[in-house]
C-alpha cells in the first residue's frame, strides 16, 4: 500500500468568471510543507485571496519558497469569451444555455488535463486514481472529464494564490503559463459543428 504522504496531490482553482485556472500538482509531503512555510512566514492559518489584505505578501512568499517538486500552472481560459462565442456561434441558438455551459465545461476540463499531463507523466502517475481540490468554478469541467474532485484543502489553498496573482497580474515565479483559450474554441466548434 502506497503511503498517504506518497500521494499526489492536485488541485484546480478559477479566477473570477474563469479567465485563469491555477493548477498545482505534487507530492502530499510537498505540498504540505509549501503551504505550512508560507502560512508560517506571515502568520496566517490559512490562505484565501478574497479574505486576506496581503495578498502581495502571499504571492512573494509562494513565489520565493516555490521548489521544483511542486508543479504549477496559470492556465488562460477566458471562459466568459468563450460563452460568449458559443452563444452567438450559428447553429446553437436552438440549444439550451445549460447545454452550452456543459460542452464549454466538457471542453476546458480536457484542454486542462491535456496542459498539465507533462506533470503527471514527471510523477509517474496517471489520471484513473487522482483526486482534484477544487472550487465552485471548476468542479463541473473536473468531473466531466471523469476525474474525481475533492473539497478544497492545502492544495486548493496555493493553487488559489497562482489563479488570484495571474487575474492581479501579478504572477507567482515558476508558474508554467499556458494560453487555451484558441484550444478550447478549436474543440467546441469541432464538438458542436458550428
Not at 101 to 128: P, T
Request: hydrophobic share 40%; aromatic share 6%.
Amino acid at each position: 500500500m502506497v503511503s498517504r504522504r506518497a500521494e499526489i496531490c492536485t488541485a484546480a482553482d478559477a479566477s473570477e468568471n474563469a479567465k485563469f485556472v491555477g493548477i498545482v500538482m505534487g507530492w502530499m509531503a510537498d505540498i504540505e510543507a509549501l503551504h505550512r512555510n508560507v502560512c508560517a512566514e506571515l502568520g496566517l492559518k490559512e490562505i484565501h485571496m478574497r479574505r486576506t489584505a496581503r495578498r502581495m505578501e502571499v504571492v512573494k512568499g509562494l513565489s520565493a519558497m516555490t521548489t521544483s517538486s511542486v508543479h504549477m500552472y496559470c492556465l488562460r481560459i477566458d471562459r466568459s469569451r468563450l460563452f460568449g462565442m458559443l452563444s452567438s456561434a450559428r447553429g446553437t441558438s436552438y440549444r439550451s444555455r445549460r447545454v452550452l455551459h456543459e460542452h464549454l465545461d466538457y471542453c476546458m476540463g480536457i484542454e486542462i488535463k491535456r496542459a498539465v499531463s507533462s506533470s503527471l507523466e514527471f510523477f509517474g502517475r496517471d489520471w484513473s486514481r487522482l483526486t482534484v481540490e477544487v472550487d465552485r468554478d471548476t468542479e463541473r469541467p473536473i468531473k466531466m472529464t471523469g476525474l474525481t474532485v475533492a473539497p478544497p484543502g492545502p492544495t486548493h489553498q496555493l493553487a488559489d494564490v497562482v489563479a488570484w496573482s495571474n487575474h492581479a497580474g501579478k504572477p507567482v515565479s515558476k508558474v508554467k503559463q499556458a494560453d487555451l483559450v484558441v484550444n478550447i474554441e478549436r474543440r467546441l466548434r469541432k464538438r458542436l459543428r458550428i
